[in-house]
């Protein structure tokens, strides 16, 4: 099992939104989608939220901006946009 974050970024700054043990990317994005699908949201502002899911070898790091820093990440990179209407 790997461990696979998932980061959700906000006009403002980047935040750590869940970590998934998953075999693979795929495996990481599917359980996502299944575990937050009904994730309840009742403010207008976060159905536009975009959504990285990645595997890191350490911890996430961030910038002066507060955005993770992506060169960090190992292998592929899954970006959902979640909720959006």
Do not use: C, H, P
């Not at 990645?54 to 946009?81: C, H, P, Q, W």
């Amino acid at each position: 099992m790997e461990q696979y974050f998932v980061v959700r970024r906000t006009e403002e700054k980047d935040e750590q939104f869940a970590v998934i043990d998953a075999m693979s990317l795929a495996e990481a994005r599917a359980i996502f989608k299944v575990r937050y699908d009904e994730f309840d949201i009742t403010n207008e502002e976060i159905k536009e939220e975009t959504f990285f899911i990645f595997k890191l070898d350490g911890d996430l790091k961030y910038d002066e901006n507060n955005r993770v820093l992506l060169s960090e990440v190992v292998g592929d990179m899954a970006i959902t946009s979640r909720w959006q209407q």
